[in-house]
Nanobody, 127 residues
Framework: QLQLVESGGGLVQPGGSLRLSCAAS????????IGWFRQAPGKEREGVSC????????MYADSVKGRLTISRDNAKNTVYLQMNSLEPADNADYYC????????????????????WGQGAQVTVSS
């Protein structure tokens, strides 16, 4: 059974950092692009970052560029989202998602491009 589990969310003060993890079980991430999405109450789901199957291509939403870094460790079957300089605007539930993609492929911020989703991790930025 394909499963993605996010962890690392929590409460942090403005300017603080968190690292979210997305661990896969039941399948290997070697053949998948990974996207991170977030959804704040009353707002649409937003794609914030993604990494290609090879790891050579990454994408970031304008609102998080320079503050978030996505990385993957296929040996650990895990993808990470390092979040620095967090702002109250970053408050949301964060989801990782996986989509099969060839090694030469890129990735996108469109949720329709991903097939498997985690249950989400809550990030709260507040003083």
């Amino acid at each position: 059974q394909l499963q993605l589990v996010e962890s690392g969310g929590g409460l942090v003060q403005p300017g603080g950092s968190l690292r979210l993890s997305c661990a896969a079980s039941g399948f290997t991430l070697d053949y998948y692009k990974i996207g991170w999405f977030r959804q704040a109450p009353g707002k649409e789901r937003e794609g914030v970052s993604c990494v290609s199957t090879s790891g050579s291509y990454t994408m970031y939403a304008d609102s998080v560029k320079g503050r978030l870094t996505i990385s993957r460790d296929n040996a650990k079957n895990t993808v990470y989202l390092q979040m620095n300089s967090l702002e109250p605007a970053d408050n949301a539930d964060y989801y990782c998602a996986a989509g099969i993609s060839p090694i030469w492929g890129r990735c996108s911020s469109g949720p329709e491009d991903y097939d498997s989703w985690g249950q989400g991790a809550q990030v709260t930025v507040s003083s």
